[in-house]
């Protein structure tokens, strides 16, 4: 107001500027065509364009030569923290690996799954990478015949650390990479996100995996602009995440149709309550409240049910944890360790407590014959990753 407009004079000032001047001697004259070359164009979107956009010319609509490798890396992530039900998840680090090259379409698969994941075109990344593309090029269809696979697993399916969000994830990336869109641009991430929360109908596993870190994810709601958003939450120096994780395996599609469609007013107030004191907890370096703050009403009695959850849960904070939880739908359990701004690599002191911790989880596992692995690691602030390198560089 102090500078003499209101909005809606700036806006019609804004679609002024934008009408093109006409001399009036060239009054009801054709304007020449522009000539602006063989553009193709980088976004099917009609929403803003970004700075950093980038655009391919010519016809070749695929950002990938012969002679180059696109390697994309997204870490493992567990979800829900407890009480942040489809909402709290943070990446840790273990990641999988998706490489592309020129060639006849293969698709080799090495670690977890590689014996039992399709190496066909009926492989979920294939999927992902096909739907990555057509967000950009909607008219075309990506010729997967003239790419070579790689998938590099690190992270153990059907265990609650995100292997299907990565899986997703690396596909998508992949996908708008081949189109010439910039990975770490903000406008790409925020693409991502939507396809990818979209596609799983839930953004805990998601978000962290594309932007990294501790991440806190809401849908808008907003009649017709219903969008997925993603706030940080600050990891602490030092903590480790300590993950017992078991043999069997545990389809999410299945723990997700055993929950109640409802849920009673206090079971609400219970998880809404200590999802606020976990994120003060982080916000503030308050570890010594996590133990309370990882407490979960809603999920966790029903996926933990079939195996000692309780029991590993207690026998990590009879150790000293800070906090333990069921990872995603599970049957992960992990538990929080270190962070009071430790040196991981020069304080012997926070690897001591982890291995604590981690000794008791086993010893509860095999009182309880529920047999797995023990795996020390940390919160990763990387999230997806995607650069070009020459393909006769070594791995």
Avoid at 241 to 254: H, K, Y
Avoid at 373 to 386: F, H, K, L
Wanted: with cysteine.
């Amino acid at each position: 107001a102090s500078l003499g407009f209101d909005s809606m004079s700036m806006s019609m000032s804004l679609a002024a500027l934008a009408k093109p001047i006409v001399n009036p001697s060239r009054a009801g004259r054709r304007a020449p065509a522009r000539r602006v070359g063989p553009c193709v164009r980088a976004r099917a979107s009609s929403g803003p364009q970004w700075s950093t956009d980038k655009t391919l010319y010519g016809e070749e609509k695929i950002d990938l030569k012969e002679g180059e490798r696109l390697h994309v890396s997204v870490p493992a992530t567990s979800a829900n923290m407890g009480p942040g039900f489809d909402s709290f998840g943070f990446a840790v680090d273990l990641e999988n690996e998706l490489v592309l090259e020129r060639g006849a379409f293969e698709m080799d698969i090495y670690g977890e799954g590689e014996k039992t994941l399709p190496r066909d075109e009926s492989n979920a990344i294939i999927a992902a990478v096909r739907d990555g593309y057509a967000a950009i090029f909607p008219d075309e269809k990506l010729p997967v015949h003239d790419i070579k696979f790689t998938s590099i697993n690190r992270i153990p399916p059907a265990r609650g650390l995100g292997s299907s969000s990565a899986a997703l994830v690396a596909g998508l990336a992949a996908g708008l990479a081949l189109a010439g869109q910039d990975l770490a641009a903000p406008q790409t991430k925020q693409l991502l996100l939507q396809l990818a929360a979209d596609a799983e109908g839930h953004p805990d596993n998601v978000a962290p995996a594309i932007y990294g870190g501790f991440q806190v994810s809401i849908n808008t709601g907003l009649p017709g602009m219903r969008k997925w958003v993603t706030q940080a939450i600050k990891l602490p120096t030092g903590m480790q995440a300590v993950l017992f994780i078991p043999e069997f395996e545990s389809l999410t599609s299945e723990t997700r149709a055993a929950l109640p469609k409802e849920i009673p007013v206090t079971d609400a107030v219970f998880n809404i309550s200590r999802a606020a004191m976990l994120i003060n907890s982080f916000a503030t370096d308050n570890f010594e409240a996590l133990r309370y703050a990882c407490q979960d009403v809603i999920h966790q009695p029903i996926r933990g049910a079939d195996f000692p959850l309780k029991e590993l849960i207690d026998a990590a904070l009879s150790k000293g944890a800070h906090g333990a939880f069921l990872s995603g739908a599970g049957p992960t359990v992990l538990a929080l360790t270190g962070g009071h701004g430790s040196d991981v690599d020069a304080d012997t002191m926070v690897t001591f407590l982890a291995v604590e911790v981690a000794d008791a989880m086993l010893a509860a596992a095999e009182a309880n014959a529920c047999a797995g692995r023990a795996v020390i690691a940390q919160p990763s602030s990387a999230g997806v990753a995607c650069h070009k390198e020459d393909a006769s560089t070594p791995w």
